[in-house]
C-alpha cells in the first residue's frame, strides 16, 4: 500500500522559539526555520525566530545571516556570491523553491516558512546532501569533447547563430531548484537525471564545437534517464534564472528522434 505518511522519525516537530519581542513593531518578521542535526537523534524541528528587519539587509538570505551571527549560530545553511551566481543558497521559501539571495522579504506576506530543498537527503537544517545529484551531473561529461580538431595555438570560433544556440543553457548555476520541484525528479531520482541535469546536456550537444553529440544522444536514449518527464513544467515555472529546462528537454527528444 502506498504510504501518505511521512514515517514517524521524519515527521517535523514543534521547535524552539527566538528572540520573541514583547511588542511587534513594523519591521518584526517571523521566520519559522526547519532544522534537523543528524548528530541530536531527534525529529526534525521547526523553529520560530523573530528579528527585525532593520538589523539586516532586504534578501531572505540577509535575514538567515542575522539569525545566524546574532542569534543562532548553530543554524546551517550554503551560502557564498550573495547575488544570484553561485547557486548555493537554494532552498525552499514560502511554497517555492528559489535563491535565499534573490528572495526580497517585503514579497513574503505574513510568517516566513524556510525549508531545506524537498525530496533531497538533509545534512543539517537547510543543507541538502547533492551527491547524487552531482554524480548524475558528472555523468553526462559536462566538458567539451573536439579532441584533436581544435586549431593549433587558436581559439575554436563560432558563428554569432552557432553562440546563440547556448543563451538560455549557459547561465544554468546548477542550484538544482528545478529538479527539487519535479515530481519525475522526487519518485525516479535515482535513475531520471532531472531537469537540471538534462539542461545541461543539452548545453554540450547544443554547442557546435562539441564532437560527441552522437554518442551523447545515444546516452540518453534511456525511458528513465530522459523519458521519466512528463511536461509537468514544474522545473521552468520554478528556475530562479528564468531558464526552460522542459524546453531543453524537449529539444533533447527532438534531436534523438532526428536520429
Ligand atoms: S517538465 Fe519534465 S523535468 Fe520539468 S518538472 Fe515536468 S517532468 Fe520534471
Ligand atoms: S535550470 Fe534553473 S533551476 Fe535548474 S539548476 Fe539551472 S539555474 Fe537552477
Ligand atoms: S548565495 Fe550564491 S546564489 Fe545565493
Known amino acids: 500500500m502506498v504510504q501518505l505518511r511521512l514515517p514517524q522519525e521524519s515527521r517535523i516537530t514543534k521547535g524552539k522559539v527566538f528572540n ?14 526547519y532544522r534537523y542535526n543528524p548528530d541530536d537523534k531527534a525529529n526534525p524541528r521547526l523553529d520560530t525566530f523573530y528579528i527585525d528587519t532593520q538589523n539586516c539587509g532586504p ?29 548555493s543558497c537554494a532552498m525552499n521559501i514560502d511554497g517555492t523553491n528559489t535563491l535565499a539571495c534573490l528572495k526580497p522579504l ?23 546532501d547533492l551527491t547524487h545529484t552531482y554524480k548524475q ?10 579532441e584533436g580538431s581544435a ?10 547563430t552557432e553562440r546563440e544556440k547556448l543563451d538560455g543553457l549557459w547561465e544554468c548555476i546548477l542550484c538544482f531548484c528545478c529538479s527539487t520541484s519535479c515530481p519525475s525528479y522526487w519518485w525516479n531520482g535515482d535513475e531520471y537525471l532531472g531537469p537540471a541535469v538534462l539542461l545541461n546536456a543539452y548545453r554540450w550537444v547544443a554547442d557546435s564545437r562539441d564532437h560527441a553529440k552522437q554518442e551523447r544522444l545515444e ?11 512528463h511536461t509537468i513544467l514544474n522545473c521552468t515555472n520554478t528556475c530562479p534564472k528564468g531558464l526552460n529546462p522542459a524546453k531543453a528537454i524537449a529539444n533533447l527528444k527532438q534531436e534523438i528522434e532526428k536520429g
Open 106 to 128: 517585503h514579497e513574503i506576506k505574513g510568517p516566513i516558512n524556510i525549508y531545506p530543498l524537498p525530496h533531497m537527503p538533509v545534512v543539517k537544517d537547510l543543507v541538502p
Open 151 to 160: 586549431p593549433a595555438g587558436h581559439e575554436q570560433l563560432q558563428t554569432h
Open 137 to 146: 551531473y558528472a555523468a553526462i561529461k559536462p566538458y567539451i569533447h573536439n
Open 219 to 229: 546516452d540518453l536514449d534511456d525511458a528513465f534517464k530522459l523519458y521519466r518527464c
Open 59 to 87: 534578501m531572505v538570505l540577509d535575514a538567515l545571516n542575522l539569525i545566524k551571527d546574532d542569534i543562532d549560530p548553530s543554524l546551517a545553511f550554503r551560502k557564498s556570491c550573495r547575488e544570484g551566481v553561485c547557486g
Open 20 to 33: 520573541k519581542p514583547n511588542t511587534k513593531t513594523d519591521t518584526t518578521r517571523t521566520l519559522f526555520v
